[in-house]
């Protein structure tokens, strides 16, 4: 099995989201976080369902990070349960793995 995953959240700000990017690539346990802004989510919160506007982050790591990428996104994060939804990446170009293996070292 591959050692890297992709990892999604969702944030209520450009800001939180620019603050959160930079914190985690910064530590080193993400390589690389897009931000996808304005997106529209609709759930199901306390018995009612709610509409938001989110901001959608995509997190590159390896398999070894999740926990502390994990443990980074709740104390950074402004909702009390935040999104945090691991999925393996089966495969990739070398020279992309080689990069995030470098960025997360």
């Known amino acids: 099995m591959e050692p ?4 999604l959240t969702t944030v209520s700000s450009l800001e939180e989201a620019r ?12 390589a690389c976080v897009n931000i996808l802004n304005e997106i529209q989510s609709v759930y199901r919160w306390q018995g009612a369902v709610e509409e938001s506007s989110e901001v959608l982050l995509l ?6 990070k999740l926990e502390a ?3 980074a996104v709740r104390s950074l994060h402004s909702y009390e349960v935040p999104e945090f939804l691991v999925l393996p990446a089966n495969g990739g170009s070398s020279a992309y793995l080689k990069w995030i293996d470098e960025s997360v070292e």
């Open 19 to 30: 603050r959160m990017a930079s914190s985690l690539v910064e530590q080193r346990l993400a």
């Open 69 to 71: 990428l994990e443990a």
């Open 4 to 7: 890297y995953r992709v990892v």
């Open 59 to 64: 997190m590159k790591t390896r398999v070894e």
